[in-house]
């Protein structure tokens, strides 16, 4: 039985939702899966740092009872008031990084230095951040096959809906023009709260008490976090190097409920959607815009926090993927499924892995 031995470096909602799911579905995961997961260091800039390679690792129970607020790692074995990001990721023993900090959209640090430096390290990393993979995913997928190591990133566009490993691994012999998609659940809530006669403050107020909305929901209602995703997106699917200055962005600010019910009426709904098209000369244009549908695109329908992808294909026309966009759990879900394909490329032979512990 393979063991894979698991740095977290940050512990917010993502990562603490990962360590939940490892302490309450470690067998479970260990009879479907054929692999053990062990927790063997957690960084976080409030708490510092935690290690502990022996054993069984680190006790997830006790911290996972404790409010996030409330945990301070100094006072553990193996603790330290510092988080020491950099001396967790480079010289702890670990098979994977889990990175999960917050998103930086201007140059994609502290995580792209978290990912570099795992990579370098000769680990295995899983990022749910966009920051680095829209900014410097080419590059960083370069150095990690230099490295024979994995790079993974499955949460950055869709949380927990598989939608890169769709388009990777179900589109062979189509040749994908182009997608239009949903992808801030946010902006698509408030869309329809505005729908049934909500102001925009109100409806971002309600989104916030919800959990949809952070306390500043700029990157979402901006459109900047689809700018991202689309940059992503356009990368893995369609080859486009862009940069954001490539991918014109307005967000739904300005759309007021009156605007929206009197689209409704003519049966169109807003929805904040992120595109990219490629063109007969192979260039590739993109845009994050609010866009008034009518009721027969396969977008109109989508609703509340659901996000969807419509992939423009040769031979098969418009596909459609829609699921989760955003929470906890399904983005923590997003790299396990990254871990276990890390999994299923060293057991099929796909991938160079660094040597596995065993249990």
């Known amino acids: 039985m393979a063991r894979y031995d698991i740095a977290l470096i940050g512990f917010g909602g993502v990562n603490r939702a990962l360590a939940e799911l490892i302490a309450a579905r470690s067998d479970t995961l260990e009879a479907e899966l054929g692999f053990a997961l062990r927790v063997v260091a957690i960084t976080d800039l409030r708490a510092g740092s935690l290690v502990r390679t022996d054993g069984d690792g680190i006790a997830l129970a006790p911290l996972l009872a404790a409010a996030p607020g409330e945990l301070d790692f100094s006072g553990l074995p193996g603790g330290s008031p510092l988080p020491r990001n950099e001396w967790v990721i480079r010289e702890v023993p670990a098979d994977?990084?889990?990175?999960?900090?917050?998103?930086?959209?201007?140059?994609?640090?502290?995580?792209?230095?978290?990912?570099r430096w795992a990579i370098e390290a000769g680990k295995h990393v899983c990022t749910t951040n966009k920051g680095p993979v829209a900014l410097h995913g080419p590059a960083l997928k370069e150095l990690a096959r230099q490295a024979g190591?994995?790079?993974?990133?499955?949460?950055?566009?869709?949380?927990?809906?598989?939608?890169?490993?769709?388009?990777?691994?179900?589109?062979?012999?189509?040749?994908?023009?182009?997608?239009?998609?949903?992808?801030?659940?946010?902006?698509?809530?408030?869309?329809?709260?505005?729908?049934?006669?909500?102001?925009?403050?109100?409806?971002?107020?309600?989104?916030?008490?919800?959990?949809?909305?952070?306390?500043?929901?700029?990157?979402d209602v901006e459109g900047y976090d689809v700018q991202l995703k689309v940059m992503i997106l356009a990368h893995e699917v369609l080859g486009a190097e862009l940069t954001r200055a490539d991918v014109p962005c307005a967000g739904i600010s300005a759309l007021t409920a009156e605007d929206v019910r009197r689209a409704a009426a003519e049966g169109l709904r807003w929805?904040?959607?992120?595109?990219?098209?490629?063109?007969?000369?192979g260039t590739v244009t993109a845009r994050v815009a609010p866009v008034a549908l009518p009721a027969e695109h396969p977008l109109a329908?989508?609703?509340?926090?659901?996000?969807?992808?419509?992939?423009?294909?040769?031979?098969?026309?418009?596909?459609?993927?829609?699921?989760?966009?955003?929470?906890?759990?399904?983005?923590?879900?997003?790299?396990?499924?990254?871990?276990?394909?890390?999994?299923?490329?060293?057991?099929?032979?796909?991938?160079?892995?660094?040597?596995?512990?065993?249990?």
């Open 149 to 219: 190591v994995s790079f993974e990133f499955e949460g950055t566009v869709m949380s927990g809906t598989p939608v890169l490993r769709t388009a990777r691994r179900m589109f062979g012999g189509l040749a994908v023009n182009g997608f239009e998609g949903i992808m801030n659940g946010t902006s698509n809530y408030v869309l329809g709260r505005l729908e049934s006669g909500l102001s925009f403050a109100d409806a971002v107020a309600e989104a916030q008490t919800l959990g949809y909305a952070e306390a500043d929901p700029t990157a």
């Open 271 to 281: 929805k904040l959607i992120g595109s990219a098209e490629r063109h007969a000369d």
């Open 96 to 115: 994977i990084v889990a990175e999960a900090t917050f998103t930086n959209p201007t140059d994609g640090e502290p995580a792209l230095s978290h990912v």
């Open 301 to 359: 329908g989508v609703s509340g926090p659901t996000n969807a992808l419509a992939f423009h294909t040769d031979l098969l026309g418009t596909v459609t993927v829609g699921g989760p966009g955003a929470g906890r759990t399904e983005t923590a879900y997003a790299l396990l499924s990254d871990v276990i394909g890390i999994h299923d490329r060293a057991v099929s032979g796909t991938g160079i892995l660094q040597e596995a512990h065993r249990g």
